[in-house]
C-alpha cells in the first residue's frame, strides 16, 4: 500500500460517513410510511422498495465519487449480480439491514458499507437510522461510535458471556432442529444469555463495543459481516470461521468474540448448517 493509498482509504471512510448518515434519513422517513414487502430466497427473506431505493442512492453516490471502484450490493446480488470479490476496491453494501425489523417498525435497523481492497476488508461504517449511533471502524486506524472508541469486552470464560445469534432465513425442521441445539449447548454451557436482535450487523457491533462477548451465525451474508468485521477487530476482537479458521467473507458463516477463548469454545460447540457460498451462482 503506498500513502495515497492510505489517503484515498481516509476520503473513502468520510465519503462513507456521509453516504451512510444520508441513507439512514431515508430510512428514517420509510419506516414511517406503510411499506412494500416482498421475499427473496425463502417467505421470511424479505425485502421492501425501500431496500432497493436506499442501495441505489448508495451505489450511485460512491461511483459518482469512485468510479473506478466495484460494487457487491444485497439487493443488487439478488437481483442476480454477481457477488464476486476480486482485487479491485470494492464497497459491500446492505442498504437496510433488519428489513424484518424495518417491515415491523422495531428499531434495530442499519445502514453498513464495508470497504475491501485485495480482498483485505479496510473499512467499515454501520449507522444504526434509529437511535443515531455511528459506528465506524478503518483497519490500523481504530474502531469507534459516535467518535468515542470501541473496545471489546476481554472476558475469556463463556460461563460469564452473553452471546448473540441471528435465526436465518431457511426454517425447515431440520435446520432449525441444528440451529436450537447450538443454542441449547450454548446456554448450558451456561453462558449468561443468548440474544436474537434481528439485524446481524448490529449485533456485531454490539460485540465491538464490549456490551456482549460473542456472535455466531449461519446464513448471514458477506454485506452483514463486511463493515462490522473492520470495526469489532479495531476494537481488539477476532472474527473468523465457524470452523475456527480465518474469516472467509463469502462462506456465509461467522464467530466473532472479545477473546480468542471464547471465540474458540463456540467453534468447538457449533453444528454447521449450510447455507451455501456468497460467490456461487444460485
Ligand atoms: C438479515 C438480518 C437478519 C439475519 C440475516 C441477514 P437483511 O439481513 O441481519 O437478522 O438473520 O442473516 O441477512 O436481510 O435484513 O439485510
Not at 36 to 48: A, C, E, F, I, N
Not at 129 to 158: I, M, P, W
Not at 222 to 234: K, N
Request: charged letters at 20%; aromatic letters at 6%; proline letters at 4%.
Amino acid at each position: 500500500m503506498t500513502s495515497t493509498d492510505s489517503d484515498c482509504w481516509g476520503e473513502c471512510l468520510d465519503v462513507a460517513v456521509q453516504i451512510a448518515r444520508k441513507a439512514g434519513k431515508v430510512v428514517q422517513e420509510a419506516v414511517k410510511q406503510e411499506k412494500r414487502v416482498s421475499s427473496k430466497s425463502t417467505p421470511t427473506d424479505l425485502v421492501t422498495e425501500a431496500d432497493h431505493q436506499v442501495e441505489e442512492l448508495i451505489i450511485s453516490t460512491l461511483r459518482e465519487k469512485f468510479p473506478s471502484h466495484r460494487f457487491i450490493g444485497e439487493e443488487s446480488s439478488a437481483a442476480g449480480e454477481k457477488c464476486v470479490l476480486t482485487d479491485s476496491p470494492t464497497w459491500i453494501i446492505d442498504p437496510i439491514d433488519g428489513t424484518c425489523n424495518f417491515v415491523h417498525s422495531f428499531p434495530m435497523v442499519a445502514v453498513s458499507i464495508g470497504f475491501a481492497v485485495n480482498k483485505e476488508l479496510e473499512l467499515g461504517v454501520i449507522y444504526h437510522c434509529l437511535d443515531g449511533a455511528l459506528y465506524t471502524g478503518r483497519k490500523g486506524h481504530g474502531a469507534f461510535c459516535n467518535g468515542v472508541r470501541l473496545q471489546v469486552s476481554k472476558e475469556k470464560d463463556v460461563s460469564k458471556a452473553l452471546i448473540l445469534t441471528e435465526i436465518g432465513a431457511k426454517r425447515d425442521p431440520h435446520t432449525l432442529d441444528i440451529f436450537l441445539g447450538n443454542m441449547k449447548k450454548l446456554l448450558s454451557a451456561p453462558a449468561h444469555g443468548v440474544r436474537i436482535i434481528g439485524s446481524s450487523t448490529l449485533a456485531l457491533c454490539h460485540i465491538a463495543s464490549g456490551a456482549a462477548e460473542a456472535y455466531y451465525q449461519f446464513g448471514l451474508h458477506c454485506w452483514d459481516v463486511a463493515a462490522a468485521a473492520v470495526i469489532i477487530r479495531e476494537a481488539g476482537g477476532c472474527v473468523m470461521d465457524t470452523t475456527g479458521g480465518p474469516l472467509d467473507l463469502m462462506s456465509r458463516r461467522v464467530v466473532a468474540a472479545g477473546s480468542q477463548e471464547v471465540a474458540d469454545y463456540i467453534v468447538q460447540q457449533l453444528q454447521p448448517i449450510s447455507y451455501g457460498r456468497d460467490d456461487h451462482d444460485p
